[in-house]
């Protein structure tokens, strides 16, 4: 068990794999031998570089493959860096204090409680109706720009009544893109489609700190948008966030 803190330097980049994990640090697989498999207790502390001593805490939440630390997709986000950042600095590991630990069960819910699966969690294809086919596609496009797969999920089952909607079923479309003012927009595939989703989100929406299914939803789907005559975007957060917790 680690009993003082240990400052050590390093580069932390963005981790783009456990798309799955919640807002933290992920440590170097190298240094498990040191931190041991438990690491809910630990708190790290990242500056915004090397010459400077302030900075934000975050939970220690799992290993990663990398050689250096990561810092999972939220937990990027709360720092401000996109999934492309890297930052040279001097990171610092300490025991997490009682005070600490109620700060991250407020601050980062489920940090506390996740547990690093030595594969990635999978959503069963079966759950997602019509759109299980696509499973893989999800996966694809979380990984390529840095997007957590359940949200693309969420988001597509929602839009697509579980991939029974005409825009899905005669124009690719999985995502419930369609420009304002306008109808629903035609895709090549539906794998283009769920691609266009995925860049558009890191873009214009995790890039730009909206990281919350609500956040997201205020600007994907806003009440009284040209191209919502029916009125029915008031509903996108509860329902996506009824499918994404399902999963």
Same mark, same amino acid.
């Given at each position: 068990?680690?009993?003082?803190?240990?400052?050590?330097?390093?580069?932390?980049?963005?981790?783009?794999?456990?798309?799955?994990?919640?807002?933290?640090?992920?440590?170097?697989?190298?240094?498990?031998?040191?931190?041991?498999?438990?690491?809910?207790?630990?708190?790290?502390?990242?500056?915004?570089?090397?010459?400077?001593?302030?900075?934000?805490?975050?939970?220690?939440?799992?290993?990663?493959?990398?050689?250096?630390?990561?810092?999972?997709?939220?937990?990027?986000?709360?720092?401000?860096?996109?999934?492309?950042?890297?930052?040279?600095?001097?990171?610092?590991?300490?025991?997490?204090?009682?005070?600490?630990?109620?700060?991250?069960?407020?601050?980062?819910?489920?940090?506390?409680?996740?547990?690093?699966?030595?594969?990635?969690?999978?959503?069963?294809?079966?759950?997602?109706?019509?759109?299980?086919?696509?499973?893989?596609?999800?996966?694809?496009?979380?990984?390529?720009?840095?997007?957590?797969?359940?949200?693309?999920?969420?988001?597509?089952?929602?839009?697509?009544?579980?991939?029974?909607?005409?825009?899905?079923?005669?124009?690719?479309?999985?995502?419930?893109?369609?420009?304002?003012?306008?109808?629903?927009?035609?895709?090549?595939?539906?794998?283009?489609?769920?691609?266009?989703?995925?860049?558009?989100?890191?873009? !214009?929406?995790?890039?730009?700190?909206?990281?919350?299914?609500?956040?997201?939803?205020?600007?994907?789907?806003?009440?009284?948008?040209?191209?919502?005559?029916?009125?029915?975007?008031? !509903?996108?957060?509860?329902?996506?966030?009824?499918?994404?917790?399902?999963?």
């Amino acid at each position: 068990m680690l009993r003082k803190p240990v400052t050590f330097p390093a580069m932390v980049s963005v981790d783009t794999v456990n798309t799955n994990a919640p807002a933290g640090i992920l440590l170097p697989e190298s240094m498990r031998q040191r931190f041991g498999d438990d690491v809910s207790g630990l708190a790290a502390l990242v500056p915004s570089s090397s010459s400077s001593r302030r900075g934000k805490p975050l939970p220690v939440v799992g290993y990663t493959r990398g050689s250096s630390p990561q810092l999972t997709l939220s937990g990027a986000s709360k720092l401000r860096m996109t999934f492309s950042s890297k930052m040279d600095t001097n990171v610092t590991i300490s025991p997490a204090s009682p005070e600490m630990r109620e700060f991250f069960k407020k601050e980062y819910p489920g940090s506390q409680d996740w547990k690093q699966d030595a594969g990635e969690s999978r959503v069963p294809a079966a759950k997602l109706g019509g759109l299980g086919q696509y499973s893989q596609a999800f996966y694809d496009a979380g990984r390529k720009y840095g997007v957590d797969p359940k949200l693309l999920m969420a988001i597509a089952m929602h839009e697509t009544g579980k991939g029974t909607s005409a825009a899905f079923l005669r124009k690719n479309n999985a995502m419930g893109i369609s420009p304002n003012g306008g109808g629903p927009r035609a895709f090549s595939s539906v794998e283009e489609s769920i691609n266009y989703a995925a860049r558009l989100l890191r873009k !214009h929406y995790l890039d730009q700190g909206l990281t919350t299914i609500a956040a997201i939803g205020g600007k994907y789907a806003p009440a009284g948008a040209g191209n919502d005559p029916r009125g029915l975007n008031k !509903h996108w957060v509860n329902g996506v966030s009824k499918y994404y917790k399902s999963f």
